[in-house]
């Protein structure tokens, strides 16, 4: 399902980047609250007006005979802006691309994707407690196509194989409110609460329909003669709809001697109409190569990520998990372990590598292992 794919993704923007007046030691907490810790840090020096990050990320998914997806890659490119002392512009771009591996028999066909992804952000720290911020995210329209397979009668035990082109877009916002008790005592505290809206859109279309054999279907012959669902149908002729997905987030961090942080976060997602209708459903449920905890690309119904973070001089190691429920119908659950690096080689210049492995379970109980691996650098003056 693309609405699926799309909002799986939009979960690695959302969010604009959280900075805070510091200097190259900060502590570990200041960075935990930034929502991507990638996102720039304030510096100590008025001279540093910017910083500017890149990470590239390169994924594969366990290919099985429901799970055609093989490879991805994706590069996230980040400014942040100190437009004063109190406020902190962001603005962020995103590519990724599928190398797919299809079962499908059409000739001709690049079953592959490529999407972007936009994202502005602004925060304000209104004072030494309480920080605001505020985002608008997009995906232009991109394509996609894929191959599924439906019962098709007369003959018992066969199938027909439709070609089904998507076209997806998306838009959205949102904002959070942070309090930290910003102080220096070993045990300190911060809490986050935030929301965002996005509007997916999709328009479906069956373009070409062919037998086991690879003899050519006509689309009203497949209509007339095949098991489809109701979705199915609709998409043989054209299907466009839309669902809005709001997302509740919270936070909790700790932080235990300046540089140890234990953070727990957790997600609950509502939709304005049933997400499993707006498309077809997936043949599988697999992981995106975005950092965090991992998001699936199927619609979640509720997400829980702990994390542990410490900071070793210029070192600084996260270890992270997530586990997650799909929607009724979508899928059965998803989870996700990480981990991160980062070293400072300079006030100004910093690199962070990260590995992340996920597993997804489809609503037949189906599994789907994947991983990720990603390197980043952040250069700000």
């Avoid at 935990?32 to 020096?45: F, S, T």
């Avoid at 066969?158 to 082109?165: D, G, H, P, S, Y």
């Avoid at 690309?297 to 600084?316: D, M, N, S």
Wanted: net charge negative; hydrophobic share 40%; aromatic share 8%.
């Amino acid at each position: 399902m693309r609405f699926q794919k799309l909002a799986l993704v939009l979960l690695a923007l959302a969010g604009a980047a959280r900075a805070q007046e510091s200097d190259a030691e900060k502590s570990a907490l200041e960075e935990m609250l930034e929502p991507d810790d990638e996102a720039a840090q304030r510096p100590e020096e008025s001279a540093h007006v910017a910083e500017i990050s890149d990470e590239l990320t390169f994924g594969s998914a366990q290919v099985t005979s429901d799970s055609p997806r093989q490879q991805q890659i994706a590069n996230a490119l980040r400014g942040t802006f100190y437009a004063s002392e109190a406020v902190t512009l962001t603005v962020g771009f995103t590519f990724t691309a599928d190398e797919v591996s299809p079962h499908a028999s059409f000739s001709r066909v690049d079953y592959g994707a490529k999407a972007a992804f936009f994202a502005v952000g602004a925060d304000w720290d209104i004072d030494d407690h309480f920080t605001v911020d505020a985002h608008v995210e997009a995906s232009p329209e991109w394509q996609q196509f894929s191959a599924v397979q439906v019962p098709y009668p007369p003959t018992p035990s066969r199938t027909a194989e439709l070609l089904l082109r998507s076209h997806s877009s998306s838009l959205g916002g949102g904002g959070s409110i942070t309090y930290d008790t910003a102080g220096s005592s070993d045990l300190e505290s911060a809490f986050q609460l935030g929301a965002s809206v996005t509007r997916l859109a999709v328009d479906d279309r069956v373009t070409r329909a062919q037998t086991e054999e690879g003899a050519a279907l006509t689309l009203q012959e497949v209509r007339t003669n095949c098991g489809c669902t109701a979705t199915l149908k609709a998409v043989l002729g054209e299907h466009q709809a839309s669902v809005l997905q709001t997302r509740l987030s919270g936070l909790l961090i700790e932080t235990v001697a300046m540089d140890t942080d234990l953070s727990l976060g957790a997600d609950y997602y509502l939709y304005s109409d049933d997400p499993t209708q707006v498309g077809p459903p997936p043949r599988v449920l697999t992981s995106t190569i975005s950092g965090g905890g991992g998001a699936p690309i199927a619609p979640l119904h509720w997400t829980i990520r702990p994390e542990v973070a410490h900071r070793f001089g210029q070192v600084t190691a996260r270890a992270w998990a997530q586990i997650g429920r799909y929607v009724e119908n979508a899928g059965q659950g998803t989870g996700a372990l990480g981990l991160k690096l980062q070293y400072k080689f300079s006030k100004s210049f910093r690199m962070w590598a990260r590995l992340l492995g996920s597993r997804d379970v489809d609503d037949q109980g189906n599994e789907t292992k994947s991983g990720a691996f990603s390197l980043g650098a952040g250069y700000r003056f």
